[in-house]
């Protein structure tokens, strides 16, 4: 069972709805995001799947709305600094943000608790803005670790990459624990055993807000449906299972 897991998650994996590319314009530099003709088949069957894995989480899968999405949360989050906005009809163009992923720091061994503190500060402030769409608090759906950006010399990370959306009939506290899970299962399945808890509290710890942790803790179970499983195993590197479940046992725990 482990292998077709693993085999299914990697064509999950390499399934690629943009082209993503670098451009410096006017001294600025820009990532530039373009949607691939297939991306809406993609998404389409994507979207099925999040349902059978009670994925919270939908792709946008109009051009348009996905544009205005785009760019409306990278304004929200990050407009007094930087710029974003659509290119034609199939691009957006996010201005690029200081430092480095957390997931290059993960790849690379230097990740930090100063780096998670500030991960979990970036998400308590994205957490406060109001958003039209979800009649109340924001949130970002998709939260892995190469979606925080680190710049070291101001000792905070930005968030990134707001290609999908939570349903909007969530409540608040719901989106925000499904948010810090989707970090914790990056974690999960790329730090070593003996850092795996520090690094979960140092996380948690700055993010004190016992109502979203309360849910949080709800959904510290690893799940036995094979959709459901499947994604699981995606978000957490394909982790052994028996140490999967004893790591989000003991956070659970542990809270």
């Known amino acids: 069972m482990s292998r077709i897991l693993s085999t299914a998650g990697t064509l999950v994996d390499t399934i690629k709805i943009n082209a993503v590319t ?6 600025r530099a820009l990532w530039i995001k373009r949607r691939r003709w297939p991306a809406v088949p993609i998404m389409t069957c994507a979207n099925l799947f999040f349902r059978l894995a009670r994925n919270p989480i939908q792709a946008l899968t ?5 544009q205005r999405w785009e760019v409306d949360c990278f304004l929200r989050l990050h407009g ?29 061994g230097t ?28 949130s970002h759906g998709d939260p892995h670790a190469g979606n925080f950006v680190f710049h070291a010399a101001e000792n905070r990370a930005r ?7 939570h349903d909007p ?18 974690l999960a399945g790329r730090v070593a055993a003996p850092h795996w808890l520090p690094c979960a509290h ?32 995606v978000r957490t590197t394909y982790l052994a299972p028996v140490e999967l479940r004893r790591r989000i046992d003991d956070l659970r725990e542990s809270l």
Not at 80 to 108: I, K, M, R, W, Y
């Open 22 to 27: 670098r451009e410096c314009r006017q001294g």
């Open 111 to 138: 990740l930090t608790f100063p780096m998670l503190v500030a991960a979990a500060r970036e998400l308590r402030r994205a957490h406060e803005f109001v958003c039209p769409v979800f009649r109340g608090p924001w």
């Open 80 to 108: 007094e600094d930087f710029h974003a906005f659509a290119e034609a009809s199939c691009a957006v163009a996010a201005q690029e943000v200081p430092g480095t992923n957390l997931s290059q720091h993960l790849h690379a």
């Open 62 to 66: 109009e051009r348009a709305a996905w």
């Open 202 to 233: 140092a996380f948690l710890d700055a993010y004190p807000h016992p109502e979203v942790i309360a849910v949080l803790r709800e959904k510290l179970v690893v799940p036995s449906a094979w959709a459901a499983r499947l994604w699981w195993a």
């Open 169 to 186: 009939v969530l409540p608040a506290a719901v989106r925000h624990a499904d948010d810090l899970l989707i970090l914790l299962q990056d």
């Open 159 to 165: 968030l990134i990459d707001f290609e999908v959306m």
